[in-house]
């Protein structure tokens, strides 16, 4: 019974490799890497991430989910890749703890404010209605059972979820006979719908503003008609058994990684952006320079999500003793606006006080900006440089941006 399963997991992957070198890098021009990162990952069993000891409470039968550790004794490889997740940290990330906070404390109806965010960092409250976050099923985030029992999703309603919590997980195989644990039913929705993550990752707020957009710019972007979904970039094939007691014993044994990273991994971001240095031409003391930046593997705008994250294309003369001199700046960013036109900085602001898009000067999927500056050069410079950086805002304990170098690139400058 398994192995028609696994004949098409073989498929998919091949498929995978050439559509999308996007999110994972594709497996076979990152095979290694990956494989030696799962590797790393299967290893390290000693230090539980934050979420697995947040969630490290008995599973008590508190409301209709089960606890991801149940789920892992036998999903063993997809429970350590998930435990390693934003998702699986998604209710107890301290930058959002102390977002939520922030806002319970200032707003006089506490429960409404928990409302607005609770539902989508910590969705199996909209069941068990524990805003306060007191039950260890809350604190497990987007958590295994509440992502398989998904039933549908529609996006004009908030939530915009069909739950259907029990025995039955829904998931990409079609099984034959009954498998050992629980009952299973196949979903298109798990297997390729980009609707099961739209369902948090697009969002409209009470103003009528799209706050999150990954999925419009997806279905506006050249990847629908390549048959390339969120699933196939951010859930890559990488060896494994989907279950210990997995029904087939024979072939290639692959599982989507859980892990599902995003902008917040440099890596991810360095592997969907291409820099280069078109050209750079120095004349009497300074360079006339185009730099080209490629959105060549991310589904959607970048930086995508929230606007709080921009990308930042600096270009600048390298001294001899390696700083960068005339440093220039474009950045790329969405802004959103409240109803007075003021620019909102937070996430908490942005989600609840959005009331129009304003400039958005981010690259879309396959997009290239070529970009032109005027470098002054000082004597004994040695080249051009290029950089792409990642400034993100999400995190208001900082008192300013954090700033991560993406990548970049040099032209050498002839010695004068
Ligand atoms: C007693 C062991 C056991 C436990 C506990 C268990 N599973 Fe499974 N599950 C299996 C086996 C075995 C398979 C089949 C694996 C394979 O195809 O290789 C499976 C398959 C699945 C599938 C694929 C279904 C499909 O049709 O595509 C999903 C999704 C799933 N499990 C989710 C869960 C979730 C969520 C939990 C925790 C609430 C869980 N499982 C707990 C044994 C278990
Ligand atoms: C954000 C939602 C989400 C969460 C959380 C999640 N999964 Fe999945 N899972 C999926 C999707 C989507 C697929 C199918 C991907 C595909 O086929 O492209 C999948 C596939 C699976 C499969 C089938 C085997 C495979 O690798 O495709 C199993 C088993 C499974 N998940 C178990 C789990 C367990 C156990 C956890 C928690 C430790 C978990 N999932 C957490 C969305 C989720
Ligand atoms: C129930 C809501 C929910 C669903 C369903 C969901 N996500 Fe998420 N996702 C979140 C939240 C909330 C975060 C942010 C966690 C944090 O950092 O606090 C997140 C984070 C992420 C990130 C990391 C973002 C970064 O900045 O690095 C990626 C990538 C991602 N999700 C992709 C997906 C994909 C692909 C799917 C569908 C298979 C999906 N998500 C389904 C809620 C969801
Ligand atoms: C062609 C590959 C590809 C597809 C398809 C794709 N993504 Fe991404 N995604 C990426 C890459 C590469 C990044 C890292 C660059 C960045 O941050 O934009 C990323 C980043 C993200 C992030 C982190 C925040 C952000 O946007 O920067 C989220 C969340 C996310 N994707 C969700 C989704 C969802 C939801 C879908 C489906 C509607 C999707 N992605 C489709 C490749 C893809
Ligand atoms: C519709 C789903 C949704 C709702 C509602 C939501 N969030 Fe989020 N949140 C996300 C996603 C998805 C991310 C991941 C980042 C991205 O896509 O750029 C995120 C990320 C964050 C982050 C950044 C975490 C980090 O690791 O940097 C903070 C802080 C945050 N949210 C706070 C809130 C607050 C406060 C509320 C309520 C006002 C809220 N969120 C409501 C989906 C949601």
Request: proline share 6%; hydrophobic share 40%.
């Amino acid at each position: 019974m398994g192995s028609a399963l696994h004949g098409g997991a073989n498929r998919c992957m091949i498929q995978r490799a050439a559509a999308c070198r996007g999110a994972n890098g594709g497996l076979l021009r990152h095979g290694l890497i990956r494989v030696l990162a799962l590797f790393i990952l299967l290893l390290s069993t000693g230090s539980p991430s934050r979420a697995a000891t947040a969630a490290a409470k008995p599973a008590r039968p508190l409301g209709p989910y089960t606890s991801a550790r149940s789920c892992g004794t036998c999903h063993d490889a997809i429970h350590k890749s998930w435990a390693d997740s934003p998702h699986a940290r998604a209710a107890t990330n301290p930058a959002y703890l102390e977002a939520l906070r922030r806002i319970v404390e200032s707003t006089a109806e506490g429960k409404a404010a928990r409302e607005a965010c609770v539902w989508c960092h910590s969705p199996s409250t909209i069941l068990t209605g524990d805003l306060e976050m007191q039950q260890a099923i809350s604190r497990e985030g987007i958590t295994c059972d509440f992502c398989h029992t998904v039933a549908e999703v529609d996006l004009q309603k908030v939530p915009p979820f069909d739950l259907k919590p029990g025995q039955v997980k829904r998931g990409p195989f079609e099984y034959a006979g009954r498998i050992q644990g629980h009952a299973t039913a196949y979903s298109p929705l798990h297997k390729s719908s980009p609707l099961l993550c739209a369902s948090c990752h697009e969002y409209k707020n009470a103003n009528g503003v799209l706050v999150l957009s990954n999925y419009s710019e997806w279905k506006e972007g050249p990847y629908p008609a390549r048959g390339v979904s969120c699933q196939d970039c951010h859930m890559s094939l990488v060896p494994g058994t989907a279950a210990r007691n997995s029904p087939s014993k024979a072939g290639l044994r692959v599982i989507n990684l859980h892990r599902l990273v995003g902008g917040s991994a440099i890596s991810q971001l360095a592997r969907g952006l291409d820099l280069k240095i078109e050209s750079a031409v120095s004349e009497g003391g300074s360079a006339e320079v185009i730099v080209v930046v490629t959105n060549a593997a991310a589904g959607h705008f970048v930086p995508g999500g929230l606007a709080t994250k921009s990308l930042v294309l600096a270009v600048g003369a390298e001294t001899a003793d390696g700083k960068l001199e005339y440093r220039q700046e474009r950045v790329y960013r969405r802004e959103l606006k409240d109803e007075k036109g003021v620019v909102l900085e937070s996430v908490a602001d942005q989600f609840l006080k959005a009331a129009s898009i304003g400039s958005d000067s981010r690259i879309g999927p396959m997009e290239s900006r070529r970009e032109r500056f005027t470098v002054p050069v000082p004597t004994g410079a040695r080249a051009i440089v290029a950089r792409l950086e990642y400034r993100d805002g999400s995190d208001i304990r900082n008192a300013a941006p954090t700033t991560s170098l993406i990548t970049e690139t040099r032209h050498p400058l002839a010695a004068r």
